[in-house]
């Protein structure tokens, strides 16, 4: 009934409760996930899961705080797993100023790199973005990203924003963020995409929503936040959910 449509269940705060928390996220009505893979191991975990689990897909890419290291030879791998059956998209992709591992203009070459990728496997991407938010529109704008399209991955703009990579042909996905009492730009970014422009995800084992903030974040609570949202625009839950699962579906090009 629920997609979440960004999540590290690959993470090592799960090794040991794999299972387990595929399970509870079943019980809250998450039935689908994409397992996101950024570097060499997450990459490996994320297709291994996609491979033992029917109902999760794989994206999988070079995430910017790890742009230092991409090489010819990750580069080729990379192109050689995206073809593998389940991946669905190419990410964490893009720009990250806050940790600024890397210089900006490394960080810039392998972005767009990978977007000339998924461009020649007609893959969708998904959208890393820190501190980084004006660039990252630039690349993507320049790019002309709109013969893709892709997910801003956990949106934390504003409307204005919001408009400006709609306008580029992008879905929006919010995460846990946006039950934060805080969080009223991205509260207000829930009120005004329209809906089949929505994806949700949790980011787990980030970034965990009311009533679980500060501890490790699951795909199960990905219900939480089409909650908030369908509260905060006034629709019905499962209204919210329906869509929002159908828009994963459509993005990933998978059944509807």
Do not use: C
């Amino acid at each position: 009934m629920i997609f979440d449509s960004h999540t590290h269940l690959n993470a090592e705060q799960f090794k040991d409760d794999i299972p387990e928390t595929i399970a509870r996220a079943k019980v809250l009505g998450v039935t689908e996930m994409a397992v996101v893979g950024f570097d060499s191991d997450t990459i490996e975990k994320s297709l291994e899961l996609s491979q033992t689990y029917d109902f999760i897909q794989s994206i999988i890419g070079w995430h910017p705080t790890e742009a230092g290291s991409y090489t010819s030879a990750i580069e080729k791998k990379l192109q050689k797993q995206l073809t593998l059956p389940k991946v669905v998209a190419l990410g964490e992709i893009g720009l990250d100023y806050y940790w600024m591992k890397d210089p900006k203009e490394v960080q810039d070459k392998v972005f767009r790199r990978q977007i000339a990728i998924a461009k020649e496997m007609n893959l969708p991407i998904s959208i890393h973005t820190r501190d980084a938010m004006e660039d990252t529109y630039k690349v993507l704008k320049e790019e002309k990203i709109q013969d893709i399209g892709g997910i801003m991955h956990s949106f934390s703009g504003d409307t204005e924003w919001m408009e400006k990579f709609l306008a580029l042909g992008m879905h929006i996905s919010l995460s846990g963020v946006v039950t934060f009492k805080k969080a009223v730009e991205v509260q207000a970014v829930a009120k005004a995409v329209p809906l089949e422009k929505l994806l949700v995800e949790t980011d787990a084992p980030y970034l965990a929503p009311v009533p679980y903030r500060g501890k490790r974040n699951e795909p199960g609570y990905t219900r939480y936040v089409v909650e908030k949202i369908a509260e905060l625009r006034e629709e019905p839950f499962e209204k919210i959910a329906k869509q929002t699962t159908h828009n994963a579906h459509e993005l990933f090009r998978l059944e509807i």
